[in-house]
């Protein structure tokens, strides 16, 4: 029996498809296996201070936490042959009276696989890339704790999301007037 043109070409496209699906999926299942090290992280931060600084949505003053950091660390082990990038980013976590959890990200970074001379990062004194702003006094004397996050982007697959070095520091129990 003769199979004709149209059937024969269905089959070579639903084989070569299966394949194909297969071999996505083993991809993304060798993934899974490859995050077996987290990067070590150092965060050193000084002069923490705070200011009230005027809100012009609301006629209640907002704390405005400052401080400068470093934060050094070795990104390497999150490398191979599934990552396209990687963005990290610097959470601030504290806890208030109306609030149990308190997230601010104060600071990113996307770092491509193409920059290999980025795998790492020691930078010293970064200033805040985004305001850190608490409404009311939540900020006033309370502890502060970093910590790295950071979002792995592959090839094929899911996007996770991980964090690691957690460093805490408390912030002043009075406002800076300037």
Same mark, same amino acid.
């Given at each position: 029996?003769?199979?004709? =043109?149209?059937?024969? #070409? %269905?089959?070579?496209?639903?084989?070569? #498809?299966?394949?194909?699906?297969?071999?996505?999926?083993?991809?993304?299942? =060798?993934?899974?296996?490859?995050? %077996?090290?987290?990067?070590?992280?150092?965060?050193?931060?000084?002069?923490?201070?705070?200011?009230?600084?005027?809100?012009?949505?609301?006629?209640?003053?907002?704390?405005?936490?400052?401080?400068?950091?470093?934060?050094?660390?070795?990104?390497?082990?999150?490398?191979?042959?599934?990552? +396209?990038?990687?963005?990290?980013?610097?959470?601030?976590?504290?806890?208030?009276?109306?609030?149990?959890? %308190?997230?601010?990200?104060?600071?990113?970074?996307?770092? #491509? +696989?193409?920059?290999?001379?980025?795998?790492?990062?020691?930078?010293?004194?970064?200033?805040?890339?985004?305001?850190?702003?608490?409404?009311?006094?939540?900020?006033?004397?309370? %502890?502060?704790?970093?910590?790295?996050?950071?979002?792995?982007?592959?090839?094929?697959?899911?996007?996770?999301?991980?964090?690691?070095?957690?460093?805490?520091?408390?912030?002043?129990?009075?406002?800076?007037?300037?």
């Amino acid at each position: 029996m003769m199979h004709s =043109s149209l059937m024969r #070409l %269905n089959a070579t496209v639903s084989y070569g #498809l299966t394949v194909l699906a297969i071999m996505t999926t083993v991809c993304i299942v =060798s993934t899974y296996f490859m995050f %077996n090290k987290e990067p070590t992280v150092t965060f050193n931060v000084w002069d923490p201070q705070l200011q009230r600084v005027r809100s012009y949505h609301s006629d209640t003053p907002l704390d405005r936490g400052l401080f400068t950091f470093r934060l050094t660390t070795d990104l390497s082990p999150l490398y191979h042959w599934n990552t +396209k990038l990687l963005f990290v980013y610097v959470v601030a976590e504290y806890e208030t009276e109306e609030m149990n959890v %308190n997230q601010i990200v104060l600071w990113d970074q996307i770092i #491509l +696989k193409e920059e290999t001379d980025r795998h790492g990062i020691d930078e010293r004194r970064i200033q805040l890339k985004y305001p850190f702003l608490d409404e009311g006094h939540g900020l006033l004397g309370n %502890n502060v704790t970093l910590a790295l996050h950071w979002n792995h982007v592959p090839v094929v697959g899911p996007l996770t999301r991980h964090s690691t070095g957690h460093t805490t520091f408390e912030m002043p129990d009075y406002y800076n007037t300037w």
